[in-house]
């Protein structure tokens, strides 16, 4: 089974802190994104990756950046955090740009009090 | 560009019933289609998916979707409801002749509520 993996389900952090989300996954798939789901507003697209050392803004990048050095490993930072990036996280991985199906990690909900 | 508009953000059915999700979507080339859902505190799952075959889907769990280009609709159904399909789902279309790896458009989610 394709298996996307997120280090942390839940996690809480301080405003002003470094916030690391990493997510792994185990299919060899060249695209890899991060989304940040909110209720009302669905998931909006943050950054994604479609190879390693490659990344592209999505509709919301701000606040955050993002690293690739594998193929298999896509990272998410908060450089400093604040309260308005109180969300659920999800990582995805696909195996080509567009067309097919993406594989869903299980959430992270980060807390930034 | 590409988008989708799922037209219910809350469904309730009974038990045994028929399930109707509606979702519309808008894209400059061929699309592909998914339906995801989504349980309380999890990620996302693949239900069934629309890339250009058959314009009946059959997913899992029971649920289907047909393609209909001419009402550019791709709405979800199950014949009979089970309460373990109360979930959030999501309508999802990825146009790759778009250009780029730019991921995947999603509708905002059609809260399903099964009543007993």
């Known amino acids: 089974d394709v298996k996307v993996t997120q280090s942390s389900r839940y996690l809480v952090k301080r405003t002003g802190e470094k916030v690391f989300l990493e997510c792994v996954q185990d299919m060899d798939h060249e695209n890899m994104f991060w989304y940040r789901q909110d209720p009302g507003l669905g998931l909006r697209l943050i950054y994604f990756s479609y190879d390693v050392k490659m990344k592209e803004k999505g509709d919301i990048p701000e606040g955050y950046s993002v690293s690739r050095e594998k193929k298999e490993r896509f990272s998410l930072i908060l450089e400093s955090a604040s309260t308005n990036q109180t969300s659920m996280y999800l990582c995805?991985?696909?195996?080509?740009?567009?067309?097919?199906?993406?594989?869903f990690g299980q959430g992270t909900r980060l807390t930034v009090v | 560009a590409q988008s989708v508009t799922q037209l219910d953000s809350h469904v309730s059915v009974s038990e045994g019933t028929p399930v109707l999700l509606r979702c519309n979507y808008s894209?400059?080339?061929?699309?592909?289609l998914f339906w995801y859902v989504q349980h309380p505190n999890k990620g996302l799952q693949l239900l069934l998916k629309y890339t250009s075959a058959a314009t009946l889907v059959k997913g899992i769990n029971g649920f289907e979707a047909e393609f209909k280009k001419s009402e550019t609709s791709f709405h979800l159904t199950k014949p009979s409801a089970h309460m373990s399909d109360a979930a959030e789902y999501f309508c999802?279309?990825?146009?790759?002749?778009?250009?780029?790896?730019?991921?995947?458009?999603f509708g905002k989610g059609t809260h399903l509520i099964i009543q007993p």
């Open positions: 999802v279309v990825s146009d790759w002749q778009g250009g780029g790896a730019d991921g995947l458009t």
């Open positions: 995805a991985s696909s195996p080509m740009a567009g067309g097919t199906e993406a594989f």
């Open positions: 894209s400059s080339y061929s699309p592909s």
